[in-house]
């Protein structure tokens, strides 16, 4: 299968900072990209959708000031966690998918605990 | 909306036992179902998946069918080995195409010991 890769693979920051997680597509272009936010015990919940070139779509009850989605070419997503607090520390997965590939392919997540 | 509910685990088998997580979902439409699995320290795969109603998904001897008059899509394994440890998720989504949001399930924390 293709290969997605993220990182971090986990950060730890101080209250009111910002965080920056990337995501990438090695071997194909993703035409889209989500992003999902998993807590421990629980299913992944999808945070937003993002298409190359455009702006993303997010979920009910999403904040986008707060977590700014940018996908400025098919095979890059980034995920800002702006002015994060502690109630934002999770495990943020992303997945690409698009082209010829009928199947999202899943990054390995990254950590994010907020001090 | 659209929701995915699966048999909350762990689940902890020995090798070579028969494997079964339940999963139903509720939706609108003719959803397409998956089954995800996550290793340790990996993100996830797909495992198997079924777009329309009786349709059976297999790969790596996991098998699920598509059973629309019970809403179900439930994982079943005849032989479980030490490696099928992970956790499986269960999905939906409103198409089969790779550009459709998917909706999970919790996961089932599988461990199959020697």
């Known amino acids: 299968g293709a290969v997605v890769s993220q990182h971090p693979s986990w950060v730890i920051c101080k209250s009111g900072t910002s965080v920056k997680i990337e995501c990438r597509s090695l071997d194909f272009q993703a035409t889209t990209m989500f992003w999902y936010r998993q807590f421990p015990k629980q299913s992944l919940m999808l945070m937003a959708t993002?298409?190359?070139?455009?702006?993303?779509?997010?979920e009910q009850g999403v904040e986008k000031d707060k977590f700014l989605i940018n996908h400025a070419s098919l095979t890059l997503s980034t995920l800002t966690v702006t002015s994060a607090h502690p109630e934002d520390s999770s495990f943020y997965i992303c997945?690409?998918?698009?082209?010829?590939?009928?199947?999202?392919?899943f990054g390995p997540g990254t950590r994010l605990t907020v001090l | 909306g659209n929701s995915v509910t699966q048999m909350e685990g762990p689940v902890t088998l020995s090798e070579e036992a028969f494997l079964t997580i339940n999963c139903t979902y509720t939706?609108?439409?003719?959803?397409?179902l998956f089954w995800y699995v996550q290793y340790p320290g990996e993100g996830l795969q797909l495992l198997l998946k079924?777009?329309?109603?009786?349709d059976k998904g297999s790969n790596k001897g996991f098998e699920a069918t598509y059973r629309k008059e019970t809403t179900s899509f439930h994982l079943e394994k005849g032989s479980v080995q030490v490696s099928d440890s992970a956790v499986y998720f269960c999905a939906l989504s409103n198409s089969g195409g790779s550009n459709y949001k998917l909706t999970f399930g919790k996961g089932t924390l599988l461990t199959v010991n020697p």
């Open positions: 997945s690409a998918g698009g082209g010829s590939r009928n199947e999202q392919f």
């Open positions: 993002s298409n190359e070139g455009s702006k993303a779509t997010y």
């Open positions: 079924a777009t329309k109603a009786d």
């Open positions: 939706a609108t439409g003719y959803p397409s």
